[in-house]
């Protein structure tokens, strides 16, 4: 990569269903192999076939923690990806385009809205050019970007002769050809995509073969009809290659569950949760560390009041029990998390986050379940709320999960975003050996014979937690039912066993706040020292981090306070920081400020300002690093609402 460029922004972009995302891992598989470090994000929509959607990779020789707003260079199959993202394409950048789409008008783009087809023209307008992708690509060109326009159906026509196919098998390539093109003018060598190809069609050696002669023709046609020197971008791969995992969040968590001891889990297919299900499915038997063969059972139920309760009764043998959904889905848990609370199940939640309230935009990220999943369910019963800024956590988090559900017997809920969970990284080997399994206090059946009565399920003790037994153990026998109960688990109302029952539970909650560390409720990055303080959650960590990088090379501390505990709030650790805080910002993916909200009322500290963004996409370290500068420097409103019209 040159000197001057720091890191490349790659984009491709295209009908839904013609294989962005196939084209994506390729490219990211051929530069990872390579020894890059990248960082990935995917967008589409809610649709199977035909509405827009695209994957941003960013490539470095340092480690990347988020996106970037800028494009540098731009892959399109279709109109709508080059008119969508033209104008985000920066000087000295590229626009590779299909030569069917270099003068279509933007109004017969089908699928271009209206809102988008308005802003463009207004744009094209105040730049003299006609509302046309030809307008779109003349912008580009005098913004000193370079287009290269790309026969791709000529290509494949050629490619179907040679290997004497019909031509659409050979049409199945096109995605391989944008790539293998982008990455000819990116002068990576071609034996790297050919490694990709092997790993990402694994087994099918005909695919392999049918994908290198496309590759093979697209670089010969970069190379007689474009000036490779010219493009200002160069992939100069590591001089060392370190061993990295290139995975996806989805991915992360299912391989931290199988870490963690995970043995079983439910679900009901919904956006963005079902991934992780889905690879847990494909990978329900595994080889583990000591030789022997482990296996997980994975059931997709009826509907996600199914998936709850069934969860609830593995735990309850001692199976190490997960769910996984979104927002719409533990809507309908929610009576079902009552349950596991009552009856102190040690259950394992995992929420992805999405665009909301009822369907909202299943495909598009958001943080606003924060307030939800701390509050869920009637009346009052503890639970602990985890949340994970980036792929490294969400692996150890989602093993860790397991051990406070069985240590403090109570439900616990891996909250995550879709932004997470799409994002594709490259990370550091997990070190699995550092996993620990607690089962917590387990009951141990007497000796055979020698079982009197039902036994104390529910015991009072002073820590809140009774050694639990599991169904079918022998001396073992209590009630579980949705009602309040005594210590064998038998309905009733009396009023000093009912407040008994329930400062046993509360004190639970209070336990775990004491034992767990404070590097898992809370993390500070950047100068610890300054009193200019960010605090966030989530997948906001990323662009944050980067956010303080530019900052700090602008002569500006800050520090980063990154919340890991949402529930029970770690309030006592962090008021010393808060009262140091000058300004004290809160950053967020939601539209009212929940953290800053359950900030002040856990600790009385309010947030000086909040900058959110609300429009279902992540933020990126550009605008982030914008919306502190400003604050910095007395420019800012309180409240700062992160927008871009082209995401």
């Not at 297919?269 to 329900?284: F, G, N, Q, R, W």
């Not at 980063?560 to 809160?586: G, N, T, Y």
């Amino acid at each position: 990569m040159n000197d001057h460029q720091k890191d490349l922004a790659w984009r491709v972009g295209g009908p839904q269903g013609s294989g962005i995302d196939t084209a994506a891992w390729i490219f990211s598989r051929a530069v990872a192999i390579a020894g890059f470090h990248l960082f990935g994000r995917r967008e589409y929509y809610s649709n199977i076939m035909g509405r827009h959607s695209y994957f941003d990779v960013r490539v470095a020789h340092h480690p990347l923690t988020c996106h970037r707003n800028t494009v540098d260079l731009l892959t399109t199959f279709g109109s709508e990806a080059l008119a969508r993202h033209a104008i985000s394409v920066v000087k000295g950048g590229g626009i590779i385009y299909h030569v069917d789409s270099a003068d279509e008008p933007l109004s017969r783009i089908t699928f271009l809205d209206d809102r988008a087809r308005a802003d463009l023209e207004a744009y094209l307008d105040e730049r003299g050019l006609p509302h046309s992708t030809a307008g779109l690509l003349e912008d580009a060109r005098r913004r000193g970007v370079q287009t290269y326009a790309v026969p791709y159906d000529e290509l494949t026509s050629v490619l179907a002769k040679k290997l004497d196919v019909p031509k659409a098998i050979a049409d199945r390539t096109v995605n391989t050809i944008a790539v293998a093109v982008s990455c000819a003018l990116l002068c990576h060598n071609p034996e790297y995509l050919v490694k990709a190809l092997e790993k990402t069609f694994a087994g099918r050696p005909k695919v392999i073969h049918m994908n290198i002669q496309a590759i093979e023709l697209a670089y010969e046609f970069v190379r007689t009809h474009f000036d490779t020197q010219n493009f200002d971008f160069k992939l100069i791969p590591a001089e060392k290659i370190e061993p990295r995992l290139l995975l996806s969040g989805n991915q992360a968590v299912a391989l931290g569950k199988l870490a963690g001891g995970l043995t079983f889990q439910t679900y009901y297919p919904i956006s963005p949760a079902t991934d992780e299900s889905v690879y847990l499915e494909e990978h329900s038997n595994f080889p583990t560390r000591n030789g022997t063969p482990g296996s997980v059972v994975v059931v997709q139920t009826e509907d996600e009041i199914s998936a709850i309760t069934m969860a609830s009764g593995a735990a309850l043998t001692g199976a190490r029990t997960a769910t996984a959904t979104s927002g719409p889905g533990f809507s309908l848990m929610v009576e079902g998390l009552g349950w596991a609370g009552i009856n102190e199940v040690p259950l394992v939640i995992t929420i992805y986050q999405r665009g909301s309230p009822a369907t909202g935009m299943p495909t598009r990220s958001e943080q606003g379940d924060l307030q939800f999943v701390v509050h869920a369910g009637h009346g009052e019963f503890p639970r602990i709320v985890l949340t994970s800024g980036d792929l490294t956590e969400a692996f150890y988090d989602a093993a860790q999960a397991f051990n406070y559900a069985e240590r403090y017997q109570m439900p616990v809920i891996h909250l995550l975003d879709k932004a997470l969970s799409s994002t594709t990284q490259t990370v550091e080997p997990f070190d699995v050996s550092s996993v620990r399994i607690e089962r917590g206090e387990l009951y141990t059946p007497p000796p055979e014979g020698n079982s009197r009565g039902p036994y104390p399920r529910f015991a009072i003790t002073e820590s809140g937690i009774s050694p639990r037994p599991l169904l079918g153990q022998p001396g073992g026998i209590h009630w579980l039912t949705g009602a309040e109960h005594s210590t064998i688990g038998i309905v009733t109302e009396d009023p000093v066993i009912r407040e008994q029952m329930m400062e046993k539970r509360a004190r639970k909650l209070e336990q775990a706040l004491h034992e767990i560390p404070r590097e898992e409720k809370f993390k500070v990055y950047g100068d610890h020292d300054t009193p200019f303080t960010i605090i966030s959650w989530g997948s906001n960590k990323g662009a944050i981090l980067e956010a303080i990088e530019r900052l700090q090379a602008d002569g500006i501390l800050t520090r980063l306070v990154q919340i890991r505990l949402l529930w029970p709030f770690p309030k006592d650790e962090l008021v010393p920081l808060l009262k140091s805080a000058s300004p004290l910002v809160v950053v967020e993916s939601n539209f009212s400020g929940q953290l800053a909200h359950l900030l002040r009322a856990q600790t009385g500290h309010g947030a000086d300002y909040l900058i959110v963004k609300y429009n279902g996409r992540p933020m990126s370290g550009q605008e982030v690093y914008s919306a502190l500068k400003a604050i910095y420097e007395g420019k800012s409103e309180r409240r700062i609402v992160l927008r871009n019209p082209y995401e």
